[in-house]
């Protein structure tokens, strides 16, 4: 079955940065892409990007670029999001999420990864 | 951008009754490209709709989907226990972006 399973909760000082991983597993990883939205606490959803796992290509929101970096290693079909010059306002859960393309509703989803920028 | 309006903000009905969600779009969803997700309290959301009126692999064929142009509907025919909860809409055209989510109640 489908499964994505990200890495654990992360505490960093205003300014750092974030690096969280996807590990997915019962699919062919390159036919996919990998979506990555975060929720802060008690807010709704907020989509960051797509990354295609076939080629690389990636689509950011504007909010964002500049920020957000999303890799994928198709060796061991891991994705990979990178946040810098973290803010208290990018606390949040963030979470991975498969898409057919940067255009594609998400059809199965990580647990969740908390992040907190704090001082 | 386009921006996702859901309503009401909040949805307090009892179990076996009829919830209708709306999420109005400020310009036209292209080729329907519009989804509705679920989410309970400490968990990560689940697809139940795409292309504006497909279930998802699993859902019950209580939650239905329809709607076109700038204005969509989620209905869940008659509730049960566990459909109390966040409910999402997202167009995944060339930005996604979701809405402000609707939630159900129990009232």
């Known amino acids: 079955q489908v499964q994505l399973v990200q890495s654990g909760a992360e505490v960093k000082k205003p300014g750092a940065s974030v690096k969280v991983s996807c590990k997915a597993s019962?699919?062919?990883?390159?036919?996919?892409?990998i979506s990555w939205v975060r929720q802060a606490p008690g807010q709704g959803l907020e989509w960051m990007g797509w990354?295609?796992?076939?080629?690389?290509?990636?689509n950011y929101a504007q909010k964002l670029q500049g920020r957000v970096t999303m890799t994928t290693d198709t060796s061991t079909s891991t994705a990979y999001m990178e946040l810098r010059s973290l803010r208290s306002d990018d606390t949040a859960v963030y979470y991975c999420?498969?898409?057919?393309?940067?255009?594609?509703?998400?059809?199965?989803w990580g647990q969740g990864t908390l992040v907190t920028v704090s001082s | 951008e386009i921006v996702l309006t859901q309503s009401p903000g909040t949805l307090s009905l009892s179990p076996g009754e009829r919830a209708t969600l709306s999420c109005r779009a400020s310009?036209?969803?292209?080729?329907?490209?519009l989804a509705w997700y679920q989410q309970k309290p400490g968990q990560a959301p689940r697809l139940l709709i795409y292309?504006?009126?497909s279930r998802a692999t699993g859902i019950p064929d209580r939650f239905s989907g329809s709607g076109s142009g700038t204005d969509f509907t989620l209905t869940i025919s008659r509730l049960e226990p566990e459909d109390f909860a966040v409910y999402y809409c997202?167009?995944?055209?060339?930005?996604?972006?979701f809405g402000g989510g609707t939630k159900v109640e129990i009232k």
């Open positions: 999420a498969r898409g057919l393309d940067s255009s594609g509703y998400l059809d199965y």
């Open positions: 019962g699919y062919t990883f390159t036919s996919y892409g």
């Open positions: 990354i295609s796992a076939y080629n690389g290509n990636t």
């Open positions: 310009q036209s969803v292209s080729s329907s490209y």
């Open positions: 292309g504006a009126s």
């Open positions: 997202q167009q995944y055209g060339s930005s996604p972006g």
